[in-house]
T-cell receptor
Framework: EADIYQTPRYLVIGTGKKITLECSQT?????MYWYQQDPGMELHLIHY???????EKGDLSSESTVSRIRTEHFPLTLESARPSHTSQYLC???????????FGDGTRLSIL | KNQVEQSPQSLIILEGKNCTLQ??????????LRWYKQDTGRGPVSLTI?????NTKSNGRYTATLDADTKQSSLHITASQLSDSASYIC?????????????FGRGTQLTVWP
């Protein structure tokens, strides 16, 4: 049923590495989002986009960056991973007005 | 401060029983309230969305209620199944920005035992 895909699902990597988390959706949604979620905690918005060439930072300060060159693709990049970046990252699209957001299954990132 | 509080934090019930999860919010202005189900290791999936004028909405065995005056919502699960074991997240959207900002609760972790 998933129309929004995230890769990789799991990533364990050493400190200092550059990481790109991929997110793609096939629903033609203009709005896309990245959230960070730690166990037992609420989702925190770290980046969002209204459409191609539009990106904004969310509520939670993040050292990551995003790009939106194509409608369907919204990758998130960490230039130099640190242990504090260990978390689950969820990508979502849609949610405009009274429409639901559609979420990917997330990337669980562990930085050693 | 705009907040969404959910209770209980966790709940264990036996298969076949009913349960009710609570959500209180202070978000203003209000646009809509959403309930999501998040299975372990998966992304949240939408169950219901209610606007100001709606006070109840059902999706199969899930029934959500909304009291916009007291700023409370509940999610009632009827005849629970093992597959209902998940985190249930309450999300409130405001009308204060073009983005329609979402405020997330921390979720209620429901475990259904056979």
């Amino acid at each position: 049923e998933a129309d929004i895909y995230q890769t990789p699902r799991y990533l364990v990597i050493g400190t200092g590495k550059k990481i790109t988390l991929e997110c793609s959706q096939t629903m033609g949604h203009d709005k896309m989002y990245w959230y960070q979620q730690d166990p037992g905690m609420e989702l925190h918005l770290i980046h969002y986009s209204y459409g191609v060439n539009s990106t904004e930072k969310g509520d939670l300060s993040s050292e990551s960056t995003v790009s939106r060159i194509r409608t369907e693709h919204f990758p998130l990049t960490l230039e130099s991973a640190r242990p504090s970046h260990t978390s689950q990252y969820l990508c979502a699209s849609g949610g405009q007005g009274h429409q639901p957001q559609h979420f990917g299954d997330g990337t669980r990132l562990s930085i050693l | 401060k705009n907040q969404v509080e959910q209770s209980p934090q966790s709940l264990i019930i036996l298969e076949g029983k009913n349960c009710t999860l609570q959500c209180n919010y202070t978000v203003s202005p209000f646009s809509n309230l959403r309930w999501y189900k998040q299975d372990t290791g998966r992304g949240p999936v939408s169950l219901t969305i209610m606007t100001f004028s709606e006070n109840t909405k059902s999706n199969g065995r899930y029934t959500a209620t909304l009291d916009a005056d007291t700023k409370q919502s509940s999610l009632h699960i009827t005849a629970s199944q093992l597959s209902d074991s998940a985190s249930y997240i309450c999300v409130v959207s405001d009308r204060g920005s073009t983005l329609g900002r979402l405020y997330f609760g921390r979720g209620t972790q429901l475990t259904v035992w056979p």
